[in-house]
T-cell receptor, first 112, second 112 residues
Framework: DAGITQSPRHKVTETGTPVTLRCHQTENHRYMYWYRQDPGHGLRLIHY???????DKGEVSDGYSVSRSKTEDFLLTLESATSSQTSVYFC???????????FGSGTRLTVV | QQQVKQSPQSLIVQKGGISIINCAYENTAFDYFPWYQQFPGKGPALLIA?????SEKKEGRFTISFNKSAKQFSLHIMDSQPGDSATYFCAARVVGTYKYIFGTGTRLKVLA
């Protein structure tokens, strides 16, 4: 999607290993979000950021940490991946005014 | 717990018919209500959004209606087309924050 890039697009990792997903934006938007999408659960907020070094927990933050050292980058880390973290992860950005308006294309993570 | 309940889980409509998706919330105060459309393998895309001081908003074939006293809001897709076949999510922004809570999604199929 224009203005927002997620990497990697696909990843398979082993239980217990650390994993970092990256979200990069070129829109200079203040707000950045990480969601996970699972069948029957819709989209659930993991963490979001309202500025550089400013982050807050979402609905399902246990087992995840985030960092934002630059406006354009928002990193999601699974400290020790578990099978329950197998999911599709979406990054999203927002200016603040109006709705959360742009999502990335997603990262499909499989923990085996 | 902050929650937005969405129904139905899936919906089949004939071409030219009206698709109706409903969402409701209970205890949490929300101040903005966007709807998203998602095609397979893609991130959600913002469709239309409404503020709670407005009872209805229309954009093309898409209409949101909002009932503040009942804490319910719905999406109507008029003259539904096969190209509308997708998963639709309602969402709500928690008042005083930029956190967006999503419903569980409705998979719409429009038959040709």
């Amino acid at each position: 999607d224009a203005g927002i890039t997620q990497s990697p697009r696909h990843k398979v990792t082993e239980t217990g290993t650390p994993v970092t997903l990256r979200c990069h934006q070129t829109e200079n938007h203040r707000y950045m979000y990480w969601y996970r999408q699972d069948p029957g659960h819709g989209l659930r907020l993991i963490h979001y950021s309202y500025g550089v070094k400013d982050t807050d927990k979402g609905e399902v933050s246990d087992g995840y940490s985030v960092s934002r050292s630059k406006t354009e980058d928002f990193l999601l880390t699974l400290e020790s991946a578990t099978s329950s973290q197998t999911s599709v992860y979406f990054c999203a950005i927002s200016e603040g005014q109006g709705a959360l308006n742009t999502f990335g294309s997603g990262t499909r993570l499989t923990v085996v | 717990q902050q929650q937005v309940k969405q129904s139905p889980q899936s919906l089949i409509v004939q071409k030219g018919g009206i698709s109706i998706i409903n969402c409701a919330y209970e205890n949490t105060a929300f101040d903005y209500f966007p709807w998203y459309q998602q095609f397979p393998g893609k991130g959600p895309a913002l469709l239309i959004a409404i503020r709670p001081d407005v009872s209805e908003k229309k954009e093309g074939r898409f209409t949101i209606s909002f009932n503040k006293s009942a804490k319910q809001f719905s999406l109507h897709i008029m003259d539904s087309q096969p190209g509308d076949s997708a998963t639709y999510f309602c969402a709500a922004r928690v008042v005083g924050t930029y956190k967006y809570i999503f419903g569980t999604g409705t998979r719409l199929k429009v038959l040709a």
